[in-house]
């Protein structure tokens, strides 16, 4: 092969959206092989390979969702595999392999920052890498925080030394929202944090470990900048106003709904009714962690709570769905529509055409993606089609709630669901441009014709 069709082929095979998913899957394929080792599971019988399969791709997508129960069968090595794969998955590998070239003052390539800026869901390269940088003193700072915290009310429950290591782990999985909790050798199988649903202290924690590390790293650095430049970007004033909403909004319903029933809320004070509700529309849109059970909810919140974690977090944050800012666009646009303007319009700013075509987009490859694995699901498993969609949603949203069904899976069932894992970490968009030719341009364009919608 001569030098001009090779590098041809380097062209093909290395750009920014290809090498997202390859770096992933290499990713992935490490923590399984680890995950299958004897040595990390506590009984020193190594996991089988779809399982080893199934938690690694969980941990690095930052789903949550699991197949077993890490608190019980994986050993410490085990844990220490899932905990370095959520941060991985969290801050992107992209931005892991950032820190180390800079840890060693290797100049960033054009290339490289390409690959940055599609892995952030960037506008531009400029400053692409000055973020990078942003982005790694923000998530180690606030992830001590949140495991000094949390290790002072888990010293209260256990010997200091498991505290901190317990602090450090569920705050490194409350903020890259993977929500995988170890609780599970003291408090039974699965629990999560529903020991703590009386306790303000670790729900607030909690709520504020998932908000952050679901607004967006792009956010984060423009709040902390805000005190210096007195403004905001476009992106996180949407980003925080429909956050905001959502989770409000999300809370009031969740409340009523969920107000007298028995198994949930109803014996819980007026205080702790409103935590609950509030720490359960925060983690729905991609945080995995909960203090109340997901399978006694009521049908209609666990309907609500599929669309909530549809929504999901926003772009270039540890978070999955359709993000915030493509459903804040789709309700620009119907608005628009149905007033009879021309313009998507956010703090006096127009949204262009291009902007609004591909958030219709992505919502329509993901909704479609969500169907068609529910329709597998629902042939490979007996289960209510609720509890179905509830699970491929959750996957796909990266959320890592579950109604039960994940435990039981059959091995047809886990690899939908982790292939499911896999598109929703790296979002539709970002494989159909992996896996498409380089666009060419058209030189003609067809005559405009009309169609009746409606």
Known sequence: MNLSKRNKVYRFLLTPPKILVIGFAIIILIGTILLALPIASSTGLPLSFMNALFMATSATCVTGLAVIDPGTELSTFGELVILS????????????????????NKR???????????????????????????VIFYSLTIELVGAFLLSIRFSLD??????????LFHSVSSFTNVGLDIFGSMHGPFSSFNQYVNDPYVSIVIMLLIFLGGIGFIVISDLLGFRKSRKLSLHSKVVLSVSLALVVIGSIIIFIFEYSNEHTLQGLNPTDKIMASTLQSVTTRSGGITTLDIPML???????????????????????????????????????????????????NRI????????????????????????????????????ILFEATSAFGTTGLSMGLTQELSTVGKIAITFLMF??????????????PKPQKESFRYPEGKITIG
């Open 85 to 104: 794969l959520c941060q991985i998955g969290g801050l992107g590998f992209t931005t892991m392999a950032t820190l180390i070239a800079l840890v060693f």
């Open 298 to 348: 009521r049908q209609s919140t666990q309907f609500f709570m599929i669309i909530w974690m549809f929504i999901g977090a926003a772009p270039g944050s540890t978070g999955g769905g359709i993000k915030v800012t493509t459903f804040a666009i789709l309700i620009g646009a119907m608005y628009t529509m149905a007033r009879g303007k021309d313009d998507v319009v956010f703090f006096r």
């Open 423 to 436: 598109l929703g970490r790296l979002g539709p968009l970002t494989l159909a441009y992996a896996l498409s």
């Open 108 to 134: 960033i390539s054009v290339k490289e920052r390409l690959i940055l800026q599609q892995a952030m869901n960037h506008g531009s390269m400029e400053g692409i890498v000055r973020l990078m940088r942003k």
């Open 158 to 167: 256990m010997p200091v030394g498991q505290a901190m290591y317990y602090g």
């Open 352 to 387: 262009s055409k291009e902007v609004v075509y591909k958030a219709i987009t992505l919502t329509l490859l993901s909704f479609l993606l969500v169907i068609a694995f529910t329709m597998v699901l629902s042939v490979t498993e007996d289960r209510q089609f609720l509890t």
